[in-house]
């Protein structure tokens, strides 16, 4: 089957094809609830009611306002389109939860002038919609912070002519799918664009807005990645049994309440720190908080393991709608969040530490592949819909893949230790794998064994000669010579030397994509910035951008006529370092994408050898390095990961890896200025007055972790 990526979804072919494959009787459950559910909003709030309701019927954050009509839009019509995510402000107006007064455009003096002059222009809107006056929906100045609210609320009285989508991202990638690139369009005349752009072809004929909505989000859905979270269903699995028969899993923490009713996380946060202290130590409150509030974040398709303990995963299984879900009838444990059990077999794996310390926690690929293919406790391996192939890549590789469809290269930038070239290795086979409908694509991202085979594969040249993966370091002495073309020595037969022109590692690349054009090729440059860019690039600089792709120009040396093919990408490295972007050339600049690596303590999280957590100590000594040195010299978590990626766990581990990689590295951002130092690790240890480590890391590694402890506590940046 023909495929061809575009902004990030997979698209199975032509618009034909695709409605031949889509099966319209399969949705029309799912329309039957979409619709059931609009009628509902219409009911609960009828249209004549709007003039003069109250706004306790409307707002969010009241006591007991459990039907309010943005409630309802946000949490309680999942299959009419989310409109979830964001802060409480997308609705306008909202009662604060944990703090006296309501949240409203302060221009209008107080809440009930704020409130007439929304509840007005939903009036409005409706009438205007009515009208098809679209235009003038979005222009109700009232309604101007809410673009998804109104889009939806207008919806729901007025379908005619609009479609349940309400992300501008969204509707944005469904329209270039039909061909529609037009800027500018605001949140409704966007909306009913895409819905002109679609009912205008006979292929929809008798089509419901619904039916619409239900196959672009199936044939080209613009959220390609969704997250694998691990969740414990109680001490020692307590609730396993019932969430497995229930259709959930479910966590504690029940004196928050009800996650809906907090506007954004730092009101949640405010008042869970209110309740839980965890001996002062603010980032593990902070930590804490998150892990509760991500069950709020969860979304439909998103992977739930159900663990127990380190050891034992107890199921696997997919959020269904409606994703959270307060249930005040539990006795306790009423965090909820609806899981469809694929597999809700018990297995066995190596213990997970932080596991141990952790109740809701994201799941990496190697882990979850490790999982998938465990054995269950019965011996055999677990049926499942669930498949190693469908580990899902994480946002970074998906914002490598934009840059590279808007731009053709992309640099990869950050401080050392941030897992820049690794991460371009793991783009690089995954993306060229998906490109060539390769089922191993998915597989290469959490198993390095996997990865090296396919990297293998796609830099050896195939049958045809072609070699889709080219891998380069650049260097002081690296040239246009060795880049492009130019004359290199080569031995007579006589022992003597003759100049030869060769052709240099990118026209090698480029040519085998010219004579390819079906396939895509990518080249790999680590540190880029360690060479003069602008010369080893020559005249091909202006070649690059995409809209110069296919544009031939005559090569110096050679006097060949020559092009960089549209089919071929470029994915580089940066240590800012070595360098700040700010000093490339501004010409390469503008031609490349540049993504940022920073250091993620993510990674590092509920990591702790002794008294010294690892997250903290990662998160305290940035601070300060960018304080005293640049955010650009900060360190990478990967000074406190071992060659196969997992954090260190002992004290001689952590000794050694401080003595050998990290504190050279601190000494050359400090210039060897042991003031800085100190500054950087504590007078406790760095001894100012002799210049020397006050702790010998190797020979006192307990010592080392004990003063990093204390000076690190809670991650102070002091």
């Not at 500018?184 to 008798?206: C, K, M, S, W």
């Not at 009101?267 to 603010?282: E, I, K, L, T, V």
């Not at 066995?348 to 998938?372: D, G, M, N, S």
Request: net charge negative.
């Amino acid at each position: 089957m023909e495929q061809r990526q575009i902004q990030g979804a997979l698209v199975k072919g032509p618009l034909e094809q695709a409605l031949e494959e889509f099966d319209r009787s399969a949705v029309q459950d799912a329309v039957a609830a979409a619709e059931r559910q609009r009628l509902e909003v219409v009911r609960e709030f009828p249209r004549d009611a709007w003039p003069t309701m109250p706004i306790e019927r409307y707002a969010v954050g009241l006591p007991g306002g459990e039907h309010t009509f943005c409630r309802m839009l946000e949490f309680q019509t999942p299959d009419l389109g989310s409109i979830k995510g964001g802060s409480s402000r997308k609705l306008v107006i909202y009662k604060h939860k944990n703090s006296p007064g309501w949240y409203f455009d302060p221009s209008y003096g107080d809440v009930e002038a704020a409130w007439n002059a929304v509840r007005g222009a939903f009036v409005e809107a409706f009438a205007l919609a009515e009208a098809g006056d679209w235009a003038g929906v979005d222009a109700l100045q009232p309604l101007r912070p809410g673009a998804a609210l109104r889009t939806k609320a207008v919806f729901c009285y007025v379908p005619a002519g609009l479609l349940p989508i309400y992300s501008r991202e969204h509707l944005a990638h469904f329209r270039e799918l039909f061909g529609d690139t037009t800027p500018g369009l605001d949140a409704v005349q966007d909306n009913h664009r895409l819905y002109q752009l679609i009912t205008e072809r006979p292929e929809f004929d008798g089509w419901s807005a619904h039916e619409i909505a239900q196959f672009l989000y199936r044939w080209a859905d613009p959220r390609p990645t969704h997250r694998t979270v691990k969740i414990a269903p109680g001490p020692d699995g307590k609730y396993w049994d019932e969430c497995r028969d229930g259709g959930y899993i479910c966590v504690g923490w029940d004196d928050t309440g009800d996650l809906r009713d907090y506007p954004s996380f730092d009101d949640f946060r405010a008042a869970f720190a209110s309740g839980h202290s965890y001996g002062g130590n603010q980032s593990q409150v902070t930590r804490k908080a998150k892990e509760v509030w991500m069950l709020n974040e969860l979304e439909p398709g998103d992977v739930v393991v159900a663990n127990r303990g380190t050891s034992t995963v107890l199921g696997i299984g997919v959020v269904r709608q409606p994703g959270y879900q307060w249930r005040a009838e539990r006795p306790e444990y009423k965090h909820t969040v609806a899981v469809d059990w694929s597999n809700p077999v018990e297995r066995t794996i190596e213990p997970v530490k932080r596991w141990a310390l952790t109740t809701v926690q994201q799941v990496p690929q190697t882990l979850y592949q490790r999982i998938l293919a465990s054995p269950t406790t019965q011996g055999g391996p677990g049926e499942t819909s669930i498949t190693i192939e469908d580990v899902p890549p994480e946002p970074v590789l998906l914002d490598i893949q934009d840059a590279l469809q808007r731009k053709g290269q992309v640099v990869l930038y950050g401080p050392p230790g941030t897992g820049k070239t690794y991460t371009a290795r793991r783009f690089a086979a995954w993306w060229l794998l998906r490109r060539n409908r390769d089922p191993e694509a998915g597989a290469v991202l959490g198993d390095p064994g996997r990865l090296r085979a396919a990297e293998a594969r796609l830099a050896a040249a195939g049958t045809d000669g072609a070699t889709q993966l080219t891998r380069v370091t650049f260097h002081p002495s690296y040239t246009y010579e060795d880049f492009v073309e130019g004359y290199k020595p080569r031995p007579t037969g006589a022992g003597g030397l003759e100049l030869d022109l060769r052709d240099g590692t990118f026209k090698r690349a480029c040519l085998t994509a010219a004579a390819n054009p079906d396939r895509t090729y990518l080249v790999m440059i680590d540190e880029i910035n360690r060479a003069n860019v602008a010369k080893v690039l020559g005249e091909l600089i202006t070649l690059l951008e995409l809209d110069k792709r296919g544009l031939e120009v005559e090569l110096p040396q050679s006097g060949h006529r020559f092009s960089v093919p549209a089919n071929l990408y470029i994915v580089a490295t940066m240590n800012t370092a070595d360098r700040s972007i700010r000093q490339l050339d501004a010409a390469l600049r503008r031609r490349f994408a540049f993504v940022e690596l920073l250091p993620d303590p993510g990674v590092l999280e509920g990591e702790q050898i002794g008294p010294l957590a690892l997250d903290d100590f990662l998160i305290g000594l940035n601070r300060r390095i960018a304080r005293y040195a640049g955010r650009e010299q900060q360190v990478g978590h990967s000074f406190l990961l071992d060659a196969a990626g997992i954090p260190l766990t002992t004290p001689a581990q952590f000794a050694a890896a401080f003595r050998y990689e990290l504190f050279p590295l601190l000494q050359e951002f400090a210039y060897e200025d042991f003031s800085e130092l100190a500054h950087y690790l504590g007078a406790d240890v760095i001894d100012t007055e002799k210049q020397v480590l006050a702790i010998d890391p190797t020979g006192d590694p307990d010592g080392l972790l004990a003063a990093l402890a204390v000076e690190f506590k809670g991650n102070d940046a002091s």
